[in-house]
């Protein structure tokens, strides 16, 4: 049977957490014709592989490591390019590692390995998540609940969806409603929901009817149900829709940036990404326009670049929108723990932050 690489642990998660308002940022990204010819003339800097190009399949990094596929073999490797993990058991799929547990899929169960890589979760489960908060969600018997590290069952299975612990809380669906339990799987209080998702900054986005809005973690009302979409606060705002305008609000619900954009992603190195039209550019926390709208798409910043596309190769901007790293590759993910993976030919290699 042939291997299959599992991407951050995406695959297995499947059921487990409802994500009705979620929707994603195109990963192509390509640099508009005017943009290019502006800026291609511009300082810029070459690459070179930091670990060669030699695998046919990676991972960002996580905690200090990426999976990598070799053939049909999979390994774990550090920063330098040296084997970190090598499973002690193979197996049919495999996760980059979180709190230090990666999944691995035996036949139709999963289970998980430790930094030994040695087998300390025997796959007995329909699906699984990646641990955060110190538990992960499993699927046993069609339902969710939660094992510790030691691979122990924590809270039952009996819910059908959970977004995971997040803030000491996690929110799961019973019956038709969605409610938060603590560690102990207790309920944290008795208010119930349409839809609710994981604890940020001290509030949480729950739906009621068709609206969304926030809760406290005591299940009070912070801000009243009255958008289209609310996600996760960070630095202190959230992005949220209205209608088909997007826009960002404080915790008290006071709109910092008004819904005008046709979208726009969470904030991550101080900008976050927007489309104006058909194009995408960056903001900053007052709304100002940072990165002019000149990319047909576009992807986050991380690590102060974000990875662009122009004539079939892929390259980085810097957050005034310059090319950081010439355009020479022919695929490019985003830097993380400081280094990306870039494919040359069909081999994947990863290159260091300039």
């Given at each position: 049977?042939?291997?299959?690489?599992?991407?951050?642990?995406?695959?297995?998660?499947?059921?487990l957490?409802?994500?009705?308002?979620?929707?994603?940022?195109?990963?192509?990204?390509?640099?508009?014709?005017?943009?290019?010819?502006?800026?291609?003339?511009?300082?810029?800097?070459?690459?070179?592989?930091?670990?060669?190009?030699?695998?046919?399949?990676?991972?960002?990094?996580?905690?200090?490591?990426?999976?990598?596929?070799?053939?049909?073999?999979f390994?774990?490797i550090?920063?330098?390019?040296?084997?970190?993990?090598?499973?002690?058991?193979?197996?049919?799929?495999?996760?980059?590692?979180?709190?230090?547990?990666?999944?691995?899929?035996?036949?139709?169960?999963?289970?998980?390995?430790?930094?030994?890589?040695?087998?300390?979760?025997?796959?007995?489960f329909?699906?699984?998540?990646?641990?955060?908060?110190?538990?992960?969600?499993?699927?046993l018997?069609?339902?969710?609940?939660?094992?510790?590290?030691?691979?122990?069952?924590?809270?039952?299975?009996?819910?059908?969806?959970?977004?995971?612990?997040?803030?000491?809380?996690?929110?799961?669906?019973l019956g038709?409603?969605?409610?938060?339990?603590?560690?102990t799987?207790?309920?944290?209080?008795?208010?119930?929901?349409?839809?609710?998702?994981?604890?940020?900054?001290?509030?949480?986005?729950?739906?009621?009817g068709?609206?969304?809005?926030?809760?406290?973690?005591?299940?009070?009302?912070?801000?009243?149900?009255?958008?289209?979409?609310?996600f996760?606060?960070?630095?202190?705002?959230?992005?949220?829709?209205?209608?088909?305008?997007?826009?960002?609000?404080d915790?008290?619900g006071?709109?910092?940036?008004?819904?005008?954009?046709?979208?726009?992603?969470?904030?991550?190195?101080?900008?976050?990404?927007?489309?104006?039209?058909?194009?995408?550019?960056?903001?900053?926390?007052?709304?100002?326009?940072?990165?002019?709208?000149?990319?047909?798409?576009?992807?986050?910043?991380?690590?102060?670049?974000?990875?662009?596309?122009?004539?079939?190769?892929?390259g980085?901007?810097?957050?005034?929108?310059?090319?950081?790293?010439?355009?020479?590759?022919?695929?490019?993910?985003?830097?993380?723990?400081?280094?990306?993976?870039?494919?040359?030919?069909?081999?994947?290699?990863?290159?260091k932050?300039?």
């Amino acid at each position: 049977m042939s291997k299959l690489l599992l991407v951050a642990g995406a695959s297995v998660a499947v059921g487990l957490a409802f994500l009705s308002q979620t929707q994603s940022v195109p990963l192509d990204v390509s640099l508009s014709a005017n943009s290019v010819r502006q800026i291609i003339a511009q300082n810029t800097s070459t690459s070179s592989l930091t670990i060669p190009n030699q695998f046919d399949s990676a991972t960002d990094f996580s905690e200090g490591i990426a999976l990598v596929q070799v053939g049909e073999e999979f390994r774990y490797i550090d920063r330098a390019g040296n084997v970190a993990v090598q499973p002690t058991s193979e197996f049919e799929l495999y996760s980059p590692f979180a709190e230090g547990f990666a999944i691995v899929k035996s036949g139709d169960r999963y289970g998980y390995i430790d930094r030994t890589g040695a087998l300390v979760v025997s796959p007995r489960f329909e699906t699984a998540a990646p641990f955060q908060n110190g538990s992960a969600a499993i699927r046993l018997n069609q339902n969710v609940g939660f094992i510790n590290p030691q691979g122990q069952v924590a809270i039952q299975p009996q819910f059908l969806y959970t977004s995971g612990f997040s803030e000491g809380l996690a929110a799961v669906k019973l019956g038709q409603k969605y409610r938060y339990i603590s560690p102990t799987g207790k309920a944290a209080f008795q208010q119930e929901f349409d839809d609710g998702w994981k604890f940020s900054e001290g509030l949480a986005a729950v739906r009621v009817g068709k609206q969304w809005g926030y809760i406290d973690k005591t299940g009070k009302v912070a801000i009243a149900p009255q958008f289209d979409g609310a996600f996760d606060f960070s630095g202190s705002m959230a992005r949220v829709r209205v209608g088909d305008k997007w826009g960002y609000i404080d915790k008290t619900g006071k709109p910092i940036i008004p819904p005008k954009f046709k979208f726009a992603s969470d904030f991550s190195d101080g900008v976050a990404l927007v489309k104006i039209g058909q194009l995408w550019g960056y903001i900053d926390k007052t709304g100002k326009l940072v990165v002019p709208a000149d990319f047909s798409y576009a992807a986050r910043f991380s690590d102060g670049l974000a990875p662009v596309k122009y004539d079939n190769q892929w390259g980085y901007i810097d957050h005034a929108g310059k090319i950081a790293i010439t355009p020479q590759f022919d695929e490019a993910g985003s830097f993380s723990d400081g280094m990306a993976r870039v494919q040359v030919g069909n081999k994947w290699g990863y290159i260091k932050q300039p």
